[in-house]
């Protein structure tokens, strides 16, 4: 099969863990994400993989309920830990040689991120998973996601969801929802289309890193992505 990216950068949401339950994580869910990952590791596409903690707990949450905003988010990147290494446990048991690595550092836990180890562990065949977001309070996963992805040159930014791409409306509440198959990133900020928040596609934008929106839910999606095939929504510079 055609490659076309050899080297992506996937965001999962804390939600896409979760399943139809209402908290945590779902083990057949995060089974079921680990075989599509190692579906295009199998084709020699190097993967670096950030997850959120939407599932478990997000900072703003915490900070509606009166939390100090930076404590609370700390613990929202420690959420991602937790997610990143049950998703270690998952691309394990499916073969898949994995590392997490950790902007906060814990060593007893998972390696600290540094950059010139994700990419060696990446040209080695390994998954690498990118867990603490950026390691700052006020920031997202999303954010942690482009960033990553410029750090280790990924060739595109694969954003997971529960849709199709990016749509004009909320799909899952109004039927007529038309699906955008191109959009630029000015597009997206002033239409404010809220796929990626604002930081993360300012990011992206200043150094042309495309990203592609599609749903993680419908099998062999992914794979279809890093094989060039039309799917979802891009968003780039034109
Ligand atoms: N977070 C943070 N800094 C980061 C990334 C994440 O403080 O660089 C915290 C923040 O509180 C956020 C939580 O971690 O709410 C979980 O991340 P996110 O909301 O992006 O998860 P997702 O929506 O993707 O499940």
Redesign the pocket.
């Known amino acids: 099969m055609h490659i076309e990216y050899k080297r992506v950068l996937l965001k999962l949401?804390?939600?896409a863990l979760m399943g139809d339950d209402s908290y945590g994580i779902n083990t057949d869910v995060i089974a079921y994400v680990a075989k599509e990952i190692k579906e295009i590791i199998d084709l020699g596409v190097q993967p670096g993989l950030v997850i959120?903690?939407?599932?478990i707990f997000?900072?703003?949450a915490g900070a509606s309920k009166g939390m100090d905003r930076a404590t609370?988010?700390n613990m929202?990147?420690l959420?991602?830990v937790m997610n990143s290494l049950a998703l270690q446990d998952a691309l394990e048991r499916v073969g898949v040689d994995t590392r997490v690595m950790s902007a906060i550092p814990m060593q007893s836990v998972c390696e600290p991120y540094i950059r010139r180890k994700a990419t060696r562990h990446l040209e080695k065949g390994r998954a690498v998973i990118f867990a603490a977001?950026?390691?700052?309070?006020?920031?997202?996963?999303?954010?942690?996601g482009v960033l990553r992805a410029l750090e280790i040159n990924a060739d595109i930014i694969i954003k997971a969801t529960k849709v199709d791409g990016v749509f004009d409306k909320d799909p899952v509440v109004h039927q007529g929802a038309i699906r955008y198959e191109k959009l630029t990133f000015d597009e997206v900020l002033i239409k404010d289309l809220r796929v990626m928040d604002a930081t993360a596609i300012a990011l992206a934008k200043g150094d042309k890193k495309t990203i592609l929106v599609l749903n993680m839910n419908t099998p062999g999606n992914i794979l279809k992505a890093v094989s060039g095939q039309s799917i979802g929504t891009i968003i780039s510079a034109e």
């Open positions: 949401s804390g939600e959120g903690a939407g599932n997000r900072g703003v609370a988010d929202g990147m959420a991602t977001g950026t390691g700052n309070p006020y920031f997202t996963t999303d954010s942690a």
